[in-house]
């Protein structure tokens, strides 16, 4: 079934530098699309031969890039849009057959404590480990509840990852432990068929910030919501700023899809980790969606 097929689809890992030339050529390709560059001058733009550009994208996205682009239109992301009052109908268009099927990483999310957030992070261990994915490196930080940190590489710099990961939780014990994280990386990017394990998150916010996030796990893959869609479904209709705050402070990325929320005009907009990666991550996506 198209369904299984979307949810059980194990990517490739692709490396930073490899991911870099993909994000450049979505880039290009997203900003020239009214000129329709030929496949040469995209390949041009991240000094590959045609022929070598065209094979590392199409292992990547499992389609041509000039396909696509299409997925990166107004045009396609107006008919992929959804309000939160319609998400089975949403499901169904993205390919999904049930209501389970929208929580396509069956993701669980569970915040600390208030105590917990008070103290934070005090008495917690966190693992951390970096990986490769589809969208670069990244990386991952697990406790014994769950995953508590996912982050996409900013210039190839691990110091920096770990920097934030420490600030994130500030006295919490903080140690590398790769063999571990590499599960989590695993179940998360490289999704075996069939597989149904729940995964599960804890993340440290507020009330605010966790009602976002957890209404943001609701937008089903290949799909797109808008910023004022989220804040009707929290009903917080007139805090449109402080939810779009509390999109961009999302702790974990891709499993907690901020990079599913674009503005009401149909402009992806800005991300966290880059708008090139948000571009790639959406178009790969709907471009599985499609397959």
Known sequence: MLSEKILNFEPVATNAYQYQQIATAIDYLYVNFRNQPSLEEVAAQVNMSAFHFQRMFTEWAGIS?????????????KHRITGFDNLLDAADAAGLSSQSRVYDLFVNLEAVTPQEYKEKGSGILIEYGFHATPF??????????GICHLSFLQEDNRSTAIEELESAWGNASVRENSRNTEVM????????????????????????????????????YGTVSTYQSLARHIEEPKALQAVGTAVGANPIAYLIPCHRIIRKNLIIGEYHWGTERKKAMLGWEMAKTAI
Do not use: M
């Open 136 to 145: 670069g490196e990244c990386i991952i930080g697990v406790t014994g509840r």
């Open 185 to 220: 990386a695993n179940a998360i990017f490289h999704r075996k068929p069939g597989a149904q394990e729940k995964l599960s998150v804890l993340v440290k916010g507020t009330n605010f910030q966790v009602k976002v996030w957890n209404a943001l796990l609701e937008v089903p």
């Open 65 to 77: 890039p000039k396909r696509f682009l299409q997925f990166l239109t107004t045009d396609y992301l």
